[in-house]
């Protein structure tokens, strides 16, 4: 049974209200090249989030916090690496977060997300796109090339490391 409600565009919609992130159920993961031979994936074990679905989709936000600390590519060292002032420098910025500016809705599924996302001390305007798979699923931060690239900009821009884009 879907909890879901249809909009006047029939668009599926989460129902109004204020939704938390279910990390019991939900994920934030990353891969990225490293030097250009294999791929690393990690994931962050520590975030929350809120969406606030209000009556009008336009009115509606997203917030989410992840803990630099919980990064986990299954590889304790490099983890150890990651949380260093060479990476993410865990213990002076212990979040990687993201506060929605506006919403709009692209189709019958997804919504395009504008927010700020704060990373090292820095903050940046980035796209989001949220992709509902009705109401029982959906992915919120799913970041295409384009979007990846800026959060990127962000954290070569402040730690002045050069990451390979390839």
């Known amino acids: 049974m879907s909890t879901g409600v249809h909009s006047e565009r029939d668009i599926i919609r989460v129902p109004t209200g204020i939704w938390h992130i279910d990390p019991a159920h939900s994920s934030v993961e990353f ?19 809120t969406i606030v679905a209000a009556p009008d989709i336009a009115d509606s936000s997203v917030r ?3 803990r630099t ?51 090292h001390g820095i903050t940046r305007e980035v796209k989001l796109d949220l992709v509902l798979q009705g ?10 090339d384009k979007n990846f690239r800026q959060i990127l ?3 070569e821009a402040r730690t002045g490391i050069k990451i390979d884009r390839q």
């Open 31 to 49: 891969q990225i090249k490293h030097m250009m031979i294999a791929t690393v994936k990690g994931r962050f074990t520590d975030f929350e989030g």
């Open 64 to 66: 989410g916090v992840v």
């Open 69 to 119: 600390a919980s990064v986990d590519t299954n590889e304790p060292t490099r983890d150890a690496h990651l949380r260093s002032a060479d990476f993410f420098d865990a213990d002076h910025y212990p979040e990687i977060t993201f506060e929605s500016t506006r919403v709009e809705p692209l189709d019958e599924d997804s919504s395009r997300v504008w927010g700020n996302l704060t990373m």
């Open 135 to 144: 109401t029982d699923h959906f992915e919120i931060f799913r970041l295409d």
């Open 153 to 155: 900009d962000v954290f």
